[in-house]
């Protein structure tokens, strides 16, 4: 039988369980992989000669904020305004401006390489991510943004409890597993600080109920954990962890750090940790970090959070700060390999969206999520040197092709199916309505 595609000549970076990097042809069919083979004689639609290149499991992000692509600014606010920033102009948000901004995220994102994404959603437009998702072929899963405490968030953005479950649970029956599962519902709340323990134990529970990935942020910083570890009368992730929020379908961000005697419940939660480089990172004694959590077997992936963090989408960049991250904190040479930040960016963040079986890694049956990269020689590169190569210099720049399901969503470097120079237009138009609702001064898209 005819395959669909075939991807000749590539080398392949495979993140199967021997950690495979090899030379071979990858055929696909219906969807997913259906073989990797030496010198296939497969007969396909289309094949694509690949030699050169380093073909990967397409990249996963755990932690963005898609409806806030428009949120970007040339220099980083203070961070004493920076929330109020955000939470201002995403209140400002309207189904067009919202549509747009996901939409622009989208795509830099498949521009990049990332295939699937964890979203912390919108307080009042959630719609329109899964809208744009849905139009552009990304996987993901998406959701509203919860939150019932004010703590200096415009009114859209919050209200009772039994409201926002109310708006979540329409999301999911219109979005929940469409198109064959590539759009899924999670439950998403804004962070512990406008987080009740009512919205806490109701949310968690809601998303056992009807199998949904549950988000959250612990402690955006110190100032904060601080304050939560008052309102909750302990550390607010042990608070997280005793409470029985924390599960295999959990992912907390602005968690970068633990104390070592919550590491063990951790571990035994299985809940994910969604590294955000980037973000300052909460120090101390007694803490443990992110390498010895990874060696204590917590899954960690990536995500870029919101953008006055890490302005681009790109999943490159947050490799490299990864890695430098470690450096600046333990002061001396990275404690984070390239291969452990390569499997964060693909098979932690396939664990944490539940799909180790299905992405995250180059395997027959797995589904066709793949980003190729065009490096020089990349034939020529010892195996340790391709992945270090990958991790410490490869750019957004060289992805030439990135596949969904299949799906061929960036051809040779270009978006199919969509103007990006138009979509650039109306990103521009949209966010100066956007600018001109709020009052707010500049805003870059």
């Not at 890694?361 to 034939?379: E, F």
């Amino acid at each position: 039988m005819e395959a669909d595609l075939i991807l000749k000549g590539g080398t392949l970076i495979c993140m199967d369980p021997q950690r495979s990097v090899r030379q071979a042809d990858l055929v696909i069919s219906g969807g997913r992989i259906a073989a990797i083979e030496s010198a296939t004689r497969q007969k396909a639609r289309r094949v694509l000669d690949v030699k050169g290149a380093v073909v990967l499991p397409g990249f996963v992000q755990c932690r963005t904020r898609l409806s806030m692509t428009f949120f970007r600014y040339p220099e980083e606010p203070a961070a004493s305004d920076r929330l109020q920033r955000l939470a201002t102009l995403e209140a400002g948000h309207d189904r067009a401006s919202a549509f747009s901004a996901a939409a622009l995220g989208v795509a830099e994102l498949l521009r990049s390489g990332t295939t699937a994404v964890l979203d912390m959603g919108d307080g009042t437009q959630a719609e329109m991510l899964f809208q744009a998702a849905d139009a552009m072929g990304l996987r993901g899963a998406f959701g509203k943004t919860l939150a019932d405490r004010g703590e200096g968030l415009p009114k859209p953005l919050y209200g009772p409890v039994e409201t926002q479950l109310k708006d979540m649970e329409s999301l999911c029956r219109r979005w929940h597993n469409a198109d064959g599962g590539r759009l899924r519902c999670a439950v998403s709340l804004r962070g512990l600080p406008w987080s009740s323990k009512v919205l806490l134990a109701k949310a968690s529970q809601t998303a056992r109920g009807q199998g949904l990935l549950l988000t959250a942020g612990v402690a955006p910083d110190s100032e904060a954990e601080r304050e939560l570890r008052e309102r909750y009368g302990a550390d607010p992730l042990r608070y997280l962890l005793d409470s029985g929020f924390v599960g295999p379908d959990t992912v907390l961000g602005q968690c970068d750090v633990c104390r070592a005697e919550d590491l063990p419940l951790l571990v035994r939660s299985g809940g994910s940790i969604c590294h955000c480089p980037g973000r300052p990172v909460i120090c101390g004694e007694g803490r443990v970090s992110l390498p010895e959590m990874l060696s204590a077997g917590v899954n960690v992936a990536l995500g870029c959070n919101d953008p006055l963090w890490n302005p681009a989408l790109d999943i490159f960049t947050l490799m490299r700060r990864a890695i430098e991250l470690q450096e600046t904190r333990e002061g001396g040479p990275a404690t984070l390999s390239p291969r452990a930040v390569l499997e964060m960016a693909t098979l932690g963040g396939a664990r944490a969206l539940g799909m180790a079986s299905e992405i995250g890694s180059l395997m027959p049956g797995r589904k066709a999520d793949i980003t190729v990269l065009r490096l020089d020689d990349a034939a020529t590169d010892a195996r340790e040197d391709l992945v270090a190569r990958v991790v410490r210099t490869a750019t957004a720049e060289q992805v030439s092709h990135t596949l969904v399901g299949g799906r061929v969503l960036l051809d040779e470097g270009r978006l199919a199916d969509v103007d990006w120079e138009g979509l650039l237009v109306e990103a521009a138009r949209e966010a100066a309505a956007l600018r001109r609702r709020v009052g707010e001064g500049k805003v870059d898209a």
